[in-house]
């Protein structure tokens, strides 16, 4: 799978994220800081990850900032991207299963190593199961990006 992927700092569990797409097998497209210490805006890194779903050049992204709430929260600006701030496997299980999410967000502060692996994997091994209630919800969404 084709992923875009972008943090604004370059953190341990962002080396642990990038390392473990890899082993599975994921094709990864970058954004961020290329060495330790050097940081770049959330917000740039956010679209980036974001406009890359959005237009089909990625099939999903994943972002991480210190809280993970400012990469979600600017993910979710750009049309046809469903961002989920997960920190916890069932949540990121949920926001794949009932709201068809397409970019992971996950807190550097928060998500310890075994975290984003689990996280990772619930991500990857669960997806949207079409049904009346979530794909009349999930056309409201489209709603309000209109």
Known sequence: MKLAVGAD?????????????REKGHQVVW??????????????????VA????????DEGVL??????????????VRG????????AETARGARLWNDANVLCLSMRRTSDVMAK??????FATSDQPNPTDDACLALLRELDE
């Open 9 to 21: 700092e370059r953190l341990h569990v962002v080396e642990v994220v990038l390392d473990y797409l």
């Open 118 to 123: 689990e996280i990772l994997d619930a991500w």
């Open 81 to 88: 991207v469903r961002a989920a701030l997960c920190d916890d």
């Open 31 to 48: 954004y961020g800081p290329e060495g330790e210490g050097e940081t770049v805006p959330w917000p740039q890194v956010a679209r980036q």
């Open 64 to 77: 991480l900032c210190w809280t993970g709430t400012g990469v979600s929260i600017a993910a979710n600006k």
């Open 51 to 58: 406009e890359d779903v959005a237009a089909g050049r990625a």
